[in-house]
């Protein structure tokens, strides 16, 4: 119900006639505070304006004396007004009315336009995300969490995730390893930081120099950079990279089942031997095994770790597999590294959501992430063999190269022709990268992969990856 007081009796304490809504929820001493405090706010009660006492203005509205007074003293709590012997209540001198705010139109920035054909590597089928089954995971997780899952996390990662790292790695991968060896991360880059630190005297696990294959991402170099480790470049062939050219480093980084981003696993012969070096030279091999789940056209190449689990750090996260939006990775340590690296991790885990690490846990124990792996698979498979007979049937004299396993494949090129192809890709809408953005910016001239193009076939969506073929067709140079 709504009730108003008329105020003309007394001009002099409130100058203008005021109504005050009394309907709403909470009762009347509730409405009655809202309603005075929004005529304070809003500039019809004026600073100084004393009210009537509480008799008046409870009989002009028809309710209790109390309901009247218990609204005065909130409002007084609140600051809106205050109450003083032989003074009366007045509003206050700072209750200043709510002015209207002049707003500023915002100018919408011009919406930058990406490319129309996704074709750069390193980016899974996002649109692949196993949606249904990471939610059934995720919430038999959350159900079978233990409280104590709730609070701080163990820097090394959950035991129930770990576990289930060790049994997968070793069926699928071939790793050997124990649940406390493993210490998981939020993805590769925050594996390097803590293996290499960043960029205090002395602050890393492991020293550089560190020898790494001659073509590889900038972003890891530049990170190695920022943490004062000197990368030597080991020249690149059909076999992998030259691991006898090793020499007064204390580290090497391998991707040693699928090279990154030339393609082909590391020959046997230089695996024993880079394996050799390290024990030689009590030195350590760094595993980069970014896409070991994907082959296609040959048999498995189990993980380098299973030759020596004392001299191999084995480094693998979802990234590739699930989505790079899961932000979980994980490092499989000689014994003698991990305490150092849980001391560089902290005391508490502060990296990777704890209930994400119960959700993968559950997706590898259900099975689910076979399925998946499985089912993408096939779908990269079917993508890989769609660009090859696209390039046999419109670019015959282009070399397709790195094709059995992985989510990449290389396009050779002509000689001198890498940039102006890029070039002319960017304009048409094509997204790629030229193998030189790879390049290690020491590795000298004879050894460099030649020109190319490195061409990404997982990221596209389905239903755009007929044209976005058609369009990388179009931009390549005459044979």
């Not at 082959?295 to 030759?307: C, F, H, N, S």
């Not at 994400?356 to 890989?384: C, I, K, N, P, T």
Request: glycine share 12%.
């Amino acid at each position: 119900m709504t009730k108003s007081w008329v105020n003309s009796a007394e001009p002099e304490r409130i100058g203008a006639d005021l109504h005050l809504e009394l309907s709403g929820p909470g009762g009347r001493r509730a409405a009655l505070t809202r309603s005075l405090r929004e005529a304070v706010r809003s500039g019809r009660l004026a600073p100084g304006t004393r009210l009537p006492p509480y008799r008046s203005l409870a009989a002009d509205l028809g309710v209790a004396r109390n309901t009247v007074a218990d609204a005065y003293a909130e409002l007084v709590a609140e600051g809106w007004l205050t109450a003083r012997q032989g003074s009366g209540t007045r509003v206050a001198d700072r209750a200043e009315p709510l002015r209207p705010t002049v707003r500023t139109p915002v100018k919408t920035p011009p919406r930058v336009r990406g490319p129309r054909h996704e074709l750069r590597q390193g980016t899974p089928d996002t649109s692949a995300f196993p949606r249904a089954a990471w939610s059934a995971c995720y919430r038999r997780a959350l159900q079978g969490a233990p409280s104590e899952a709730f609070g701080p996390g163990d820097p090394a990662g959950r035991r129930e995730l770990r576990e289930a790292l060790t049994e997968y790695l070793a069926r699928a991968r071939g790793v050997r390893t124990a649940p406390d060896r493993i210490v998981v991360c939020s993805g590769f880059a925050h594996a390097l930081r803590l293996l290499f630190g960043q960029g205090g005297p002395g602050d890393g696990v492991l020293r550089g120099p560190l020898g790494v294959e001659a073509y590889g991402l900038g972003f890891h170099r530049e990170l190695l950079a920022t943490a004062g480790v000197r990368t030597m470049p080991l020249p690149l062939d059909e076999h992998g990279a030259r691991v006898d050219v090793l020499g007064r480093e204390r580290a090497v980084l391998l991707t040693p089942a699928h090279q990154f981003p030339t393609g082909g696993p590391l020959h046997p012969e230089r695996r024993a031997a880079v394996i050799g070096w390290a024990r030689a030279r009590g030195a350590v091999v760094l595993e980069d095994d970014y896409d070991g789940e994907f082959r296609y056209d040959r048999k498995p190449v189990g993980a380098l770790q299973g030759l020596d689990p004392e001299r191999v750090i084995h480094l693998g996260s979802v990234s590739k597999s699930l989505s790079p939006a899961l932000r979980l990775g994980w490092m499989v340590l000689p014994e003698r590294y991990v305490a150092p690296v849980l001391a560089a991790k902290g005391e508490r885990e502060g990296w990777t959501s704890v209930l994400d690490q119960l959700a993968l846990a559950e997706f590898l124990v259900s099975g689910s992430y076979d399925r998946h792996v499985r089912r993408m698979r096939q779908r990269y498979r079917h993508r890989r063999d769609r660009l090859v007979a696209a390039l046999a049937a419109h670019a015959p004299h282009v070399q397709v190269t790195g094709i059995a396993a992985g989510l990449h494949a290389v396009l050779r090129l002509p000689p001198g022709t890498e940039r102006s192809t890029v070039q002319a890709a960017g304009w048409h809408g094509v997204a790629l990268d030229g193998l030189a953005a790879f390049r290690h910016p020491e590795a000298e001239a004879g050894t460099t992969a030649g020109d190319g193009l490195v061409v990404g076939y997982a990221a596209a969506a389905e239903h755009a990856y007929g044209a976005a073929l058609e369009a990388l067709c179009g931009v390549l140079p005459p044979g």
